[in-house]
């Protein structure tokens, strides 16, 4: 999946200086620090972070509340899962180090 800029402007309809905003935020996408300086920008990316993260126009599908506790609950669940994966580490590497005499 890419990144989805806003449609482009056009020059006759939308004047010069929206055509400039735009081709400016199409540049900041790749500067360190574009999202604070360009309104443009940060409204495409949260677009399209929302795309990705909870699927196809979900910042239009639900309230700001809704995708918050979603984005939450997402954080919440990876971290449990990450705390899964590490028990398990933990354990497999404590049957290495210290066999059972009674399995070996």
């Given at each position: 999946m890419s990144f989805h800029f806003g449609t482009p402007p056009d020059p006759d309809k939308d004047g010069i200086m929206e055509c400039h905003h735009y081709r400016n935020a199409v540049?900041?996408?790749g500067r360190d620090g574009g999202l604070m300086d360009s309104p443009m920008l940060k409204h495409w990316f949260v677009i399209n972070a929302c795309d990705v993260?909870?699927?196809e126009d979900a910042m239009y599908k639900y309230s700001a509340q809704t995708l918050f506790e979603m984005?939450?609950?997402?954080?919440?669940?990876?971290e449990e899962y990450?705390?899964?994966l590490e028990?398990?580490?933990a354990q497999?590497?404590?049957e290495?180090?210290?066999p059972n005499p009674?399995?070996?």
């Open positions: 540049d900041d996408y993260i909870l699927g984005l939450q609950d997402m954080s919440t669940s990876h990450q705390n899964m028990c398990k580490d497999e590497a404590d290495l180090f210290n009674l399995t070996a």
